[in-house]
Each structure stands twice: as C-alpha cells, then as structure tokens.
C-alpha cells in the first residue's frame, strides 16, 4: 500500500469514525442510564438533517442558528417521546424496544409524507479543499470533524461539572439510592433522552452538510453504532469514542482493500466475537 | 351449572371448526389473489407463532430470519442441484435451521436482555451479506430464480397455487398444535417460569441454559420450515427479504397479536398482512397508520389484539347501569 494511499484512508476513517462517534455517544448515554436500545436513533439523526436542509436551504436560517434550531427541535420531540410515550412502559423491555421501532418507522413514514424521498443536498457553506503531503480533506468534513469534538468535550464536561450531569451519574450506579437523595428519576431520564435525541440530531445535522439527506439516511449508522457501543462497552462514553474510531477505520480500510461488502461483514463478525467472548466491550465495567 | 360448564367449552370448539372448514374450502370461494395472501398469512404466522416461544423467555431474537433463510437455501439448493426431492429437503431445512440454532445458542443464549438481540441481530447480517456476497452458490443479490414446487403426490399437484394453499394451510395447523402440545406440557412450564424470573427459576433447579437451547432449537426448526415452503412457493427469492425488515415484522406480528397465547401472534400476523390490502388506496399513508396502531396497541392493549373482546366485555361489565348486578 503507498504511503498516501494509506494516509488518505487513515484520514478518511477518522473523519468517518467521529461522525459515528456522535451517533454512538446518544445511543450509549441512553443505553447506560436508561437501559434500553433506542431504535428510533437513526430516524431521529435523520430528523436532524431533514431540519437543518429545511430551514437552511428553504427558508433561509443563518447556517448556525439552523444547526442549533434543529437540534432544539429534536431534543423537544425526544423529550415528548420520553414523558408520554416510554414513561408508561417503563422497565418492560419488549414493549419499549417495539415502541422505538414503531416511532423509528413513524418519523421515516413522516419525513417521507412532508419532504419526499429523494436525496436533499445541504449547499456546502465552507467551500475548499487542504491538501497536505499529497492528502486532501474538504474544509466541510474538516469542520463536522472539529464540531463532533467539541460536542464530545461539551458533553464530558456536562456530565462530569454540573448538577444535572452528577444526577445522571447518580441514577446510572443505583436508581433508588438516587431518588432518595432527591435526584429524580424521571426527571433524569427525561434529560437523558433529550440529550440523547440532540446528540443524533447533531450527528445527522453535520452528516446531512457532508453528504446529503434522505427519509432512510439514518437506518444503515444506526445499525453501525449498535455494534460500535457493543465494541466499546455499552454505556461506556469513552468505549463509543474508541469503537466509533475503530469502526470508522475499519470501515475505511477494508472497504478500500476488500470491497464495501467484506468491510461491513467484518464490522459485523468483529462485533459478534465481541459480544460472545467479552460482552463488556473495551471499556465496560464489570 | 354442568349445562353452563359444556355451553362455555362448545363455543370455542365449535368457532375453531367452522374457522377451519372455512378456510378449508376457501380456494373454492375466493381469487387466487386471495388465496396468496392468506398463504403468506399463514407463513408469516409460523414464524410469528414460534418466535412467540422465545418472547416468552424474554430473549428477543432478531435472527428468526436467518433461520428462515438457512431452511429455505438448504431446501432450495438440494432440490436444485442435487435432486433431492421437497418431501424429504423440507425436513431437512427444519433440521439445519435447528442445528445452527443449536451451535449459535450454546455461546448466545448466555446473554440477555440488549445484548442477546444484538448478537442475533449482528449474526442475521453477516449471513445476509454472506448470502448477498458469494454469487456461488448462492446466487448473489439477485437470489435464486425457478425454484420449482414440490413433486406432485397422487391428486395434488403442487404448480396450482390452491394445492399449495392446502400444504402451506397444513404446516401451519401442524405448527400450532406442536406449539399448543408444548404449551401445555412440563417444558411449557418451566418456559414460562424462566420468562418470569430466571435467577428464580435456576434456583429452584430449573436448567435455564438446557430449556432455552431447547426453545431456541425448536422455533427455529419452524422458521427453517417455513423458509422452505417461502421459498418453494415463490419460486425465487433474494437474501433482501430476509433482513432486519422481516425480523421486526415478526416481533411486530406476535405483539400486535398478543404473547398470552400460542394463536396470537398468527391473529398478529393474519391482521397486519390484511391491513395493506384492504386499505391499499391509502397505500402512501399505511406505514404511518401501522406505526400509530402498534403505539396505541403497545400503551392501552399489553395483551395484544387477543386480548380485545375480553377487554371489551370487562368495561361493559364494570360500566354502571349496564352490567349483572352480583
């Protein structure tokens, strides 16, 4: 393999690997506090594409603004989802992983109804290439990339400095203890979905201005993230990190050795191992 | 109080065998059109009805599809190339679909909860992509074509879609009474004590591990099955078919239908493959519509589209003015 080869394939699974970072981190927020697998995360992702293209493309929202709307939105419509559509079911597994996929086909069936389904283009607004030592990155793909760090450090920072994120933490180790010491319950898992729903609506908004929106444009991450937060540890924030990375490259690498087809087998086969021989992932506890 | 006693047994017993004449001579009453989608009811309902065996575990398994696909590629690729004949290929399809079952539950079947249905959900799609990846054998994307239908016996000829109604009709009474028998003997019940509560079922000498291998063998024995009978009554499939979509389906299927008995999920999916095809001029909005119907199901009817008349008797019942004072 030449050497710029290998660089722009390394540079691309990084840059692919953040993008799922974010997905991940929501799915695993929700996953370690909440117990559950949101399955309606992918169309909640493509909810916060479909936002941004509407009121950045349509109706002519300054590029930011309609970035943080969009998420504002979705983290409201997650919020709404937790308090009268999960609450009542809560602790029943089956019934809440069927009521995620039934808002999972809902949200897609919605999307499809109001804006189409075809492929959305959100025109680029940080035209340009860098070109390094013979590796070129686009100065948008560069920027969702420094964006998805930041989020990464704001939520850190979020969970580990404030009352909120202390609360969180609480509920995670012991549900009741936290309750009797004033942290509520559903208060927490409010916040936790919400801000699950924001971090996919922020994936998708970044992954929408990378490359372009569609009703089905969450499913085929979704299904990667799964196995990203099984690689990493699931409910482990530093294991999404790490699994997102890992999958991004892997992604990269094999698709560019051995066809899109064999990459996404091994993603896959490499997940399952996981499961079976270490179910606690990388960075699991326990 | 005898009289009471036979009049509550007979009412069942005699709906059952009118529902069974009537779908009996139904080939004679209805198009062929029809006739395809209650086959297709009744194949989704085998699937529905032995996945039900390991919802009651509490093991959602997405890989029911595999299983599907495992018996319907057997089936299909002896019969082709080696010549073996539908009679004796739909067994084996049960057979390989149970033992992998078998193989991939040892290691699997130890997890629970997220974790069992991710592992199944990630082996469905390395089959599936092994099945779309290799061209040979197994036809790649495209699938196979020309499947041909089982080899005639006497009378039955098995090209016209209304004898293969009564094969696909037959498999489906014989799965529910294997489902009904297993129900109500001691495997029944430890079942629905480990579904319960696990750690208490171990504790008083339940072998989890053996009873779950055991349902997991058995329900996928009947998706290989059914894949077989898919297979050979479409006459070409493709390894799409047999991805996530469907392995939702199915757990939609038996929620919908209701998991406290061996029919529901059958009524599940004999409902929801309906649905379509009567409101097919609202065919834009009937995912949205199914969407919001499984919600409302989910959040006020836990028991399923079984449970409704039920439901519906206790609230006229509990309804002041109306009901037998006691």
Redesign the interface.
Known sequence: MELTFFLQTLINGIQIGFLYVLMALGLTLI?GIM???NFAHGQLYMLGGFFVWWLFDIHDVNYVVAILLAVIIVAAIGFIIERF?LR??RG????V???T???G??F???AR?VWGPLDKAIPTVVPGIIKFAGVAITYERLMAVIVGIALVIGLYLFIQRTKAGLAMRAVEQDPEVATMYGMGINRTYSLVFSLGALLAAASGALMGTVIVVNPVMG?APM?KS??II?LGG?GSIPGAIAGGLIVGLMDSFFSSLFGI??A??FV??V??TF??FK?RGLFGRG | MVSTKLRSNIGPLVAIALLLVVLLIMPILVSSYWIHVLMLMFIYGILAVSLRQM?IL?Q?SFAHPAFMAIGAYTSTMLVMNLGVSFWLTIFIAGFAAGIVAFLLGL??LR?T???F???T???L??LR??L??YYVPFGGPMGIYDIPPPNPIGPMDFSSISHFYYLIFAVFVVTLLAFYSLERSRFGQSWHAIGQSHVLAESVGVNVMGYRVLAFVIACFFAGVAGACYAHYMTHMSPMEFG?HLA?NC??WA?VGGLGSVVGPAVGAAVLTFIPQVFKFTA??E??V???I??II??FL?GGLVSLPQVILSRIRKAPGIGIVT
């Open positions: 996953f117990h559950m697998i559509l009542p079911i029943q597994e089956l019934f992983m069927c009521m996929i039934a808002l086909s809902f897609e069936f919605a109804t499913t299904l799964f196995m099984i699931m087809d064999i996404y087998i896959f086969a997940a399952f499961i079976i179910p | 919802l509490e959602v290691p699997v997890l909860g997220p974790y249905f991710l592992a959900f990630a082996f799609e390395v992509m092994i779309t990846h996530l939702v757990i939609v929620v834009e909005y995912v949205g199914s969407a919001v499984f919600m989910i959040l836990p």
